[in-house]
C-alpha cells in the first residue's frame, strides 16, 4: 500500500475529521492544526517518523496543551487514511503511539479571587439592557463554569425545575457529553432581570444589542461572548475560559468535593477537574516571605 500524501483525496479527509466535532470552537481549533501541520508535510509520506520530525518543531513555539492538540489531531487523520485504507494499518498504528508532549511543573493560571469575581459580575450598568444581559452572561460563566459556546447556544427552554431548584438540563458539552448545571438562586434572579426586559420567552437566552440598544437576531456568537469578558476586564488579560477556571477554583474553596466540581464542568476525568483548580502553591502567603532576613 503506498504511503499517504498530501495529495487532492486530502481534502474528503481533512473534512472527515472536521465532521466528528459537535463544538464550532473544536473544528477551528482542529483546522487550524489539520492546515500547519499538511503545509509543513508537503509532498513527504505521512508516517511516524515524519510526525516526529514535526512534533520537535512545535515545541519551539507551542505549549504543552497546543502540541498535545496538534498531535491528537494528526493521530485521527492518520486513523481516517487507513480507515478509507490510504494508509497502512501498521504506519497508522505507529503515528497513534507517539507519545503527547509533557507538562513539566504547574502552570501558574489566570484565576480571579472570590471579591475579583464578584466584582465583575456587578461591572455591568443593571440599569440598561445590555448591561442586565452582561450581568447575566457574566455571571453563567463564572457560577456555573459554562464554556463560551454553551452560554452562546443556551436556550431559555433548558432553564427548568429539578428536586426544587433552578437548572440548566441536558446541557452538551465538549464530547457530546450531557450534563446538568445548577443556577443558584440569586443568578436565576439577574437571569430573569434580562429575560423580563428583553421580552425573551423561548429560543436563544442571549442575544445581540445593537448600538441604539435593540435587540437584533436571534442569538449571538461566540465572539460576542469573549468581547463581554474583555470589555469589563480590559487589564487583566482575561479570556471566558478563565472565569470557567475560576469557578472550579471557587467551588473547591468552598468546600466543593472534586467529583461534584467535575461533575459540574462536565469533564472526562478528574485530573482535567484537578488542572482546572490551579497551583497547590499559596502565593498568596508564600512560605518564603517570612524568612527574617531583611
Same mark, same amino acid.
Given at each position: 500500500?503506498?504511503?499517504?500524501?498530501?495529495?487532492?483525496?486530502?481534502?474528503?479527509?481533512?473534512? +472527515?475529521?472536521?465532521?466528528?466535532?459537535?463544538?464550532?470552537?473544536?473544528?477551528?481549533?482542529?483546522?487550524?492544526?489539520?492546515?500547519?501541520?499538511?503545509?509543513?508535510?508537503?509532498?513527504?509520506?505521512?508516517?511516524?517518523?515524519? /510526525?516526529?520530525?514535526?512534533? +520537535?518543531?512545535?515545541?519551539?513555539?507551542?505549549?504543552?496543551?497546543?502540541?498535545?492538540?496538534?498531535?491528537?489531531?494528526?493521530?485521527?487523520?492518520?486513523?481516517?487514511?487507513?480507515?478509507?485504507?490510504?494508509?497502512?494499518?501498521?504506519?497508522?498504528?505507529?503515528?497513534?503511539?507517539?507519545?503527547?508532549?509533557?507538562?513539566?511543573?504547574?502552570?501558574?493560571?489566570?484565576?480571579?479571587?472570590?471579591?475579583?469575581?464578584?466584582?465583575?459580575?456587578?461591572?455591568?450598568?443593571?440599569?440598561?439592557?445590555?448591561?442586565?444581559?452582561?450581568?447575566?452572561?457574566?455571571?453563567?460563566?463564572?457560577?456555573?463554569?459554562?464554556?463560551?459556546?454553551?452560554?452562546?447556544?443556551?436556550?431559555?427552554?433548558?432553564?427548568?425545575?429539578?428536586?426544587?431548584?433552578?437548572?440548566?438540563?441536558?446541557?452538551?458539552?465538549?464530547?457530546?457529553?450531557?450534563?446538568?448545571?445548577?443556577?443558584?438562586?440569586?443568578?436565576?434572579?439577574?437571569?430573569?432581570?434580562?429575560?423580563?426586559?428583553?421580552?425573551?420567552?423561548?429560543?436563544?437566552?442571549?442575544?445581540?444589542?445593537?448600538?441604539?440598544?435593540?435587540?437584533?437576531?436571534?442569538?449571538?456568537?461566540?465572539?460576542?461572548?469573549?468581547?463581554?469578558?474583555?470589555?469589563?476586564?480590559?487589564?487583566?488579560?482575561?479570556?471566558?475560559?478563565?472565569?470557567?477556571?475560576?469557578?472550579?477554583?471557587?467551588?473547591?474553596?468552598?468546600?466543593?468535593?472534586?467529583?461534584?466540581?467535575? /461533575?459540574?464542568?462536565?469533564?472526562?476525568?478528574?485530573?482535567?477537574?484537578?488542572?482546572?483548580?490551579?497551583?497547590?502553591?499559596?502565593?498568596?502567603?508564600?512560605?518564603?516571605?517570612?524568612?527574617?532576613?531583611?
Amino acid at each position: 500500500m503506498p504511503p499517504f500524501r498530501n495529495e487532492p483525496n486530502f481534502k474528503g479527509l481533512r473534512q +472527515a475529521v472536521l465532521d466528528q466535532l459537535a463544538s464550532t470552537h473544536s473544528r477551528r481549533a482542529y483546522a487550524h492544526a489539520l492546515d500547519s501541520f499538511l503545509t509543513w508535510l508537503g509532498t513527504q509520506p505521512l508516517n511516524r517518523a515524519a /510526525l516526529l520530525r514535526y512534533k +520537535a518543531t512545535l515545541a519551539d513555539r507551542l505549549s504543552t496543551s497546543s502540541i498535545n492538540l496538534h498531535l491528537a489531531v494528526i493521530r485521527k487523520l492518520a486513523a481516517e487514511a487507513a480507515e478509507r485504507k490510504v494508509l497502512a494499518p501498521e504506519v497508522a498504528a505507529g503515528i497513534r503511539n507517539i507519545r503527547g508532549a509533557r507538562q513539566q511543573g504547574t502552570r501558574t493560571g489566570n484565576w480571579l479571587t472570590a471579591d475579583q469575581a464578584r466584582e465583575l459580575i456587578h461591572a455591568p450598568d443593571r440599569s440598561t439592557l445590555k448591561g442586565k444581559r452582561d450581568r447575566a452572561l457574566l455571571g453563567l460563566l463564572v457560577a456555573c463554569g459554562l464554556r463560551r459556546s454553551e452560554a452562546a447556544n443556551l436556550n431559555v427552554e433548558s432553564l427548568q425545575q429539578r428536586e426544587g431548584r433552578w437548572v440548566i438540563v441536558d446541557l452538551k458539552g465538549k464530547g457530546n457529553r450531557l450534563r446538568t448545571v445548577p443556577i443558584p438562586g440569586w443568578l436565576k434572579e439577574t437571569i430573569d432581570q434580562w429575560t423580563g426586559a428583553a421580552g425573551i420567552h423561548q429560543g436563544r437566552l442571549f442575544r445581540s444589542i445593537n448600538k441604539a440598544a435593540v435587540i437584533w437576531g436571534e442569538g449571538l456568537t461566540e465572539k460576542v461572548v469573549w468581547s463581554v469578558v474583555r470589555e469589563y476586564a480590559p487589564a487583566s488579560g482575561l479570556a471566558p475560559h478563565d472565569l470557567r477556571r475560576t469557578c472550579a477554583k471557587l467551588c473547591r474553596q468552598a468546600g466543593g468535593e472534586l467529583e461534584q466540581i467535575q /461533575l459540574l464542568l462536565g469533564h472526562a476525568s478528574i485530573q482535567t477537574t484537578e488542572r482546572y483548580l490551579g497551583s497547590r502553591q499559596n502565593l498568596a502567603q508564600a512560605v518564603n516571605d517570612h524568612l527574617g532576613l531583611e
